[in-house]
């Protein structure tokens, strides 16, 4: 893609655009597009990465750019480069700020669009808290063999609540956690309601049928149905929710959100309200899960296991050697980090995700928790995750 081709595929109106560019990371992201410690050629690349993953040849892409990008020409493989990056800030193709990742974000929480950059916004975990276990939101750049370069959605993890001052929490919490900007709904908002899709029939998001919830899609800035791309309604306050990985020879295939306060049965066919492993598992393989495998249940403080089929779940606790089987008399916390293996390659663990609330939640016990077990110590202790675990 050449500097024309690059000019096209950029918008002056976020509401035209596929993604949200944060430029002067891309410029500079060395992982891709050659040994130059800043190339718009790298801009070249992720444009084409991300018109494969929309299945559009013309996706365009709203850019942000800090001040200092301009600078340093030398730089850039070529004079030309730079030259053409002040022009395109000139017609509006760019947004040039003193530093932009500020602007980068809001206009990513209002309008739902994702952002490519391999940035963690350290920085503003608080004031977006969004970004707080977000793992659909943010793509990064992968190279790929043919010198191409692939967008992999990132798990952006959580960051701890001991690494943020407890005043400052308090303050953002008020100014920008529970506020609703204009025009807008923030994600905060989203994930701590219920949602139902207008349309006759449609049972997408109906948490009344077991314990399996899925997150509405963001649409600048509205919940809409997957299905029917409608405005979903408000269907009442969500208490919380954990999320449960499936992976299959270590490849995350699925993710199944569940609210606190279920207890769902989880197998090969587990019937109503049940979550059936059935069309995310190879049918060979699936002969190896029971019916009813596991009953997994869901409360305020943790997600346990409890063995129901004749095939045996094996547990492997972060970092054990050892296995050990659960029982079908008591249910057993699964903390992040553990493992539950229903045949062989095929494993259940928790997603680090979690939402806001619980992180806010989580802030406030604070000096009851211990920092070396439960759920609880697993946000404390994760950082951000760098790799995306996810399929794609
Ligand atoms: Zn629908």
């Known amino acids: 893609m050449d500097l024309d081709d690059i000019a096209a595929h950029l918008t002056g109106d976020p509401e035209q655009a596929d993604a949200l560019i944060d430029l002067s990371n891309v410029v500079r992201d060395t992982a891709i597009g050659g040994p130059h410690a800043r190339s718009l050629d790298r801009l070249g690349l992720v444009l084409d990465a991300l018109a494969r993953r929309t299945g559009d040849r013309n996706a365009t892409a709203y850019a942000l750019a800090d001040r200092s990008l301009r600078h340093n020409v030398h730089e850039y493989p070529d004079?030309?480069?730079?030259?053409?990056?002040?022009?395109?800030?000139?017609?509006?193709?760019?947004?040039?700020?003193?530093?932009?990742?500020?602007?980068?974000?809001?206009?990513?929480?209002?309008?739902?669009?994702?952002?490519?950059?391999?940035?963690?916004?350290?920085?503003?975990?608080?004031?977006?808290?969004?970004?707080?276990?977000?793992?659909?939101?943010?793509?990064?750049?992968?190279?790929?063999?043919?010198?191409?370069?692939?967008?992999?959605?990132?798990?952006?993890?959580?960051?701890?609540?001991?690494?943020?001052?407890?005043?400052?929490?308090?303050?953002?919490?008020?100014?920008?956690?529970?506020?609703?900007?204009?025009?807008?709904?923030?994600?905060?908002?989203?994930?701590?309601?219920?949602?139902?899709?207008?349309?006759?029939?449609?049972?997408?998001?109906?948490?009344?049928?077991?314990?399996?919830?899925?997150?509405?899609?963001?649409?600048?800035?509205?919940?809409?149905?997957?299905?029917?791309?409608?405005?979903?309604?408000?269907?009442?306050?969500?208490?919380?929710?954990?999320?449960?990985?499936?992976?299959?020879?270590?490849?995350?295939?699925?993710?199944?959100?569940?609210?606190?306060?279920?207890?769902?049965?989880?197998?090969?066919?587990p019937g109503p309200g049940g979550i059936s492993l059935y069309g995310h598992v190879a049918p060979e393989r699936l002969r190896r899960i029971s019916r009813a495998h596991l009953s997994v249940q869901v409360s305020a403080q943790s997600l346990a296991l409890r063995n129901l089929g004749v095939n045996g779940t094996r547990l492997r606790r972060n970092g054990a050697r050892q296995p050990t089987l659960l029982t079908d008399e008591e249910y057993v916390t699964l903390h992040v980090g553990d493992t539950a293996e229903l045949a062989e390659g095929i494993h259940l663990t928790r997603s680090a995700r979690r939402f806001p609330m619980e992180i806010a939640a989580a802030w406030q016990s604070r000096p009851?928790?211990?920092?070396?077990?439960?759920?609880?110590?697993?946000?404390?202790?994760?950082?951000?995750?760098?790799?995306?675990?996810?399929?794609?």
């Open 368 to 392: 009851q928790r211990q920092p070396t077990s439960g759920p609880t110590a697993a946000i404390t202790m994760l950082g951000e995750t760098a790799a995306s675990d996810g399929p794609g």
């Open 79 to 269: 004079r030309a480069q730079p030259a053409r990056l002040v022009e395109w800030i000139e017609a509006g193709l760019v947004e040039e700020l003193p530093d932009a990742d500020e602007r980068l974000l809001d206009l990513a929480e209002g309008f739902g669009l994702p952002v490519i950059s391999r940035d963690g916004f350290a920085d503003f975990r608080l004031t977006h808290p969004w970004i707080q276990g977000n793992t659909t939101q943010f793509l990064t750049p992968v190279p790929t063999p043919v010198r191409a370069v692939k967008l992999a959605e990132r798990d952006m993890g959580t960051r701890s609540p001991a690494q943020i001052s407890r005043k400052l929490e308090e303050s953002d919490l008020k100014a920008h956690g529970l506020l609703a900007g204009r025009n807008r709904r923030p994600i905060t908002e989203v994930v701590r309601r219920h949602w139902r899709c207008p349309e006759r029939g449609c049972t997408l998001y109906d948490s009344r049928r077991g314990g399996a919830i899925r997150l509405p899609r963001m649409k600048r800035g509205v919940p809409v149905c997957e299905l029917h791309r409608t405005p979903l309604v408000d269907d009442g306050p969500r208490t919380g929710v954990a999320q449960l990985k499936l992976l299959v020879d270590g490849d995350c295939l699925h993710r199944f959100t569940l609210d606190v306060g279920s207890t769902v049965v989880l197998g090969r066919d």
